[in-house]
Each structure stands twice: as C-alpha cells, then as structure tokens.
C-alpha cells in the first residue's frame, strides 16, 4: 500500500508542479530523491511528431487538451464526391472566394450578441440576428410570414448546417461556441479561403495519380479517391499540439495485421515511466513485454525484476505490447515510408471518433472503420477482400501484407475547402498554422 501511495504522490507531483512542496512535505524525506528523479525524467521526455501513438485503453476517460468534448456522433460524414484535391476541388475553392468577396462588399454580417442558449422553440431578439447571418452565407432562406423572433425549425434547421460545415455538433443550438463561429468576420474568412487556395494550387501534381489516399489534418478526414471521385471518406484522430501529425507525401506500401507496438523511448519514458514506478504490474495488465537484446538473443525480463528508478531505465530495456484488441495500434497498421514515424492505424478507443475536435493521438493517424480502407487499399492484392481482412484480424496471428500496387499518400493541412454543392467548409487553426503561413507570404 505504501509503494502504490507513494507512486500516486510522484505522479501528482510531476503533473503539478505548483504542488510539489506540499507533496512532498507528505511524502517525507526518505522518498525526496525518487520523486525528485521521476520529476526530471518526465520533464525531460521528448515529445516529437516522430513518436508512435500511446493510447491507453483502460483509461476512464480520455479529455482533449481544450475544451471540446462535443458529440458527433449522429453527425454524417460529407457526401461529397468531389476529391478535396485537384482542379475540380480548386475551382470550387475559388467559386467560393467570390461568393465571400461579394459578402465583403455588401458589408459582411453583424455580430451576434453572447447570452443564453438559443433553441427551439425560444423567443429572442438575438433570433432575428440570427436569421439574417445565416441568410447571408446561403445557410438559410427566411420566410417573411414567420415571427422573425422565433427560434422554430427552419432556423434550427439551419443552424444545424451551419455547424455541420464549421466542424462543431449539429445539436441545432445556438450556444458559446457557434455564436464565436458566426462572429468570425468575413474579411478572416476570406483571408482563410486564399490560404488554403495557395496551399491546393501547390499540391495539385498530386492529385494526378488514378488512386490515392489523402488526410486531412485539419479537417480530421481521410479520402479515398478513385478514378477522380471519392470513393470512401471517414473521420481521424490527429496529433495534439505538442505532438503535431507531419505534412508528408509517400506511398503505402504494406498492410500490418495484428500489430506489435515497440513503444518509443519518449513514450516510455515520459508517459509510462511514472505508471510502473508506481506498478509494474501495470506493464502485466497491459500486454507489454519488457525485452533484451534482439533477435537469438532476446530475451524477456520480469517487470518486477528490474529496478524502474534507475537512471536511464529506458534506455537498458525495450518495451513491446502484443498484439490484441486492446493494443494501442488496434488491429491493423497502414505503413508509408517517412522520416517521422507516423502511419495510419486502428484504435482501440473508439469512442474519441465522436468528438467534434479529433487532435488527440502522439502524430500518428487514427483511422475510423479503418478495415473500409484497408479492403479498398489491398483491392488489387489476389484473394483480399472484405471478408478476409476480417478473417486475418480475428486469427489474432502477426501478418504483414505488402502491397501489389502502392498507393500514394498525401497528408496536408487545410483549414477550408469547398464540396460539391458549393458549401465552404471551415475548420480551427489547431496547429497554428494559417498564422504561419500568412506571415510568410506577407512577408514576400
């Protein structure tokens, strides 16, 4: 019990550090040096893109780094048969931008009051303001017989649209954040639209390959495109903030049935050091093997053998989680060639898909119904289709499928894009990097 306590205090104190002196004053003197190692190991914990994902299936709860933890899961994924690369996707982009200037030059929209939530069946004079920003960005048509300051269902209706195409959960309820929405000025929309035109006018060599896979990052999508039409769309986790999913064109080249994780040494260090301070049955629970050596010389070690307060602990040990339905990998693995790290892969959280803000994973891509994709990108390997990607996983048995024809990968940012039935839509600046780029080319 003592050994559990202290490793409890420990974590406490590396993730509060504004408490240390008090945790420590409880933990007493003789537990000072440990907790003041596990305080400098974490904190020196590397934290790039190029480390895999570390998710922890037995957590309770999983909480985004903000404040989003709305609902999509009722939400539909685009229809939209148009691939977001390209010329037809571009031209769209740009069929846009004019719709906006023109907004622009008719005076944009009035801002809307914050205030209580406004839903239906409420009457409020915000309503009316309401209906006329809504009018003007097309997601509305008003009736002139009806009480303008009725929240009734035409207006949840198109609210509902609108939230829909500014990635936030259709609940139809004008609250905080989509009134923020309908407040950006359309002079930042229309600065927004022009960044993501240069940055589809830069990638339109790659759109020229008959099947390719393409990641939204910030749009948390995924695309498969066929034959210059999207074939298949599903949502994705992307990396945090500190652990950015990287720009990057490759190929995928093999497919990874029932996956070991070797866990980096980031990771190790920074996210499950502190954990099997505290337990190292924790390791036991979880699947992960602690091992020596390589190949004939390998070797597994007890995690009750080895003493975890070492300095440099990770470094003298590899850590492997075995394949299962609760690996941080899930089930399969899509590799591409890159210098990060980083591939497309199963979860075995499933349930972060329904968040409307997806910026959850350590860089790599977290892929919804990633079998869908996995069928479609083995369709030109002999004998693969559905029903035996399905097979390979429940067997459980490690397999690695190369594919007979890679596929070109393509991982961009884009914070707007149009589908089409014209509709724009817009996504947060999770990385910050719109800011980037407009300074550069500002500074041109």
């Not at 934290?47 to 404040?67: H, K, L, R, Y």
């Not at 097309?138 to 949840?156: E, H, K, W």
């Not at 070797?262 to 920074?270: C, F, G, R, T």
Request: charged letters at 25%; glycine letters at 6%; one cysteine or more.
């Amino acid at each position: 019990m003592r050994r559990l306590l202290t490793g409890k205090c420990i974590l406490a104190i590396a993730a509060h550090p504004t408490l240390r002196t008090d945790l420590l004053r409880l933990l007493g003197a003789g537990l000072l040096v440990a907790s003041c190692l596990v305080i400098s190991q974490v904190a020196h914990a590397e934290s790039t893109p190029g480390n895999a994902e570390w998710v922890d299936p037995w957590a309770a709860t999983m909480q985004s780094d903000s404040e989003d933890v709305n609902d999509i899961s009722n939400a539909p994924v685009s229809v939209s048969m148009v691939p977001t690369l390209g010329e037809s996707g571009l031209y769209l982009m740009k069929r846009s931008l004019g719709r906006y200037e023109e907004i622009q030059m008719q005076g944009g929209w009035q801002r809307i009051p914050q205030g209580e939530r406004l839903e239906l069946d409420v009457r409020d004079p915000r309503v009316a303001m309401v209906r006329r920003r809504l009018e003007v960005t097309g997601d509305f048509v008003s009736d002139p017989a009806a009480d303008p300051f009725l929240f009734d269902q035409a207006i949840y209706e198109a609210v509902e649209r609108f939230q829909l195409r500014h990635g936030l959960k259709p609940d139809g309820i004008v609250g905080r954040r989509t009134i923020a929405a309908m407040n950006i000025p359309v002079e930042a929309r229309i600065r927004q639209i022009n960044l993501n035109i240069k940055r589809l006018m830069d990638a339109m060599p790659k759109s020229e390959a008959y099947r390719y896979v393409f990641v939204n990052i910030a749009g948390q999508e995924v695309e498969a495109v066929e034959a210059g039409r999207v074939v298949m769309r599903k949502r994705v986790i992307v990396g945090k903030l500190d652990r950015q999913t990287p720009e990057y064109d490759s190929e995928v080249n093999y497919i990874a049935f029932n996956p070991y994780w070797n866990v980096p040494q980031s990771i190790a260090l920074k996210d499950m050091l502190p954990k099997v301070q505290a337990d190292p049955g924790y390791l036991v629970r979880k699947n992960i093997r602690v091992l020596q050596g390589w190949g004939q010389y390998e070797r597994e070690i007890s995690p009750y053998n080895v003493n975890w307060f070492e300095p440099g602990v990770t470094e003298k040990y590899r850590l492997r989680q075995d394949p299962s339905s609760h690996n941080s990998l899930g089930t399969v693995k899509i590799n591409f060639n890159n210098p990060f790290a980083v591939y497309l892969h199963d979860t075995p959280v499933k349930s972060l898909f329904d968040r409307s803000g997806r910026n959850f994973s350590s860089g790599c891509v977290r892929v919804q119904d990633v079998r869908d994709l996995v069928t479609w990108l083995l369709q030109d390997n002999d004998g693969w289709n559905r029903q035996r990607v399905d097979r390979t996983i429940q067997s459980t048995a490690r397999l690695d499928v190369p594919l007979k024809v890679n596929v070109p990968i393509h991982l961009m940012y884009l914070t707007a894009w149009s589908t089409d039935d014209g509709v724009v839509n817009f996504r947060d600046d999770i990385y910050n990097r719109d800011t980037t780029l407009s300074s550069s080319l500002e500074r041109r």
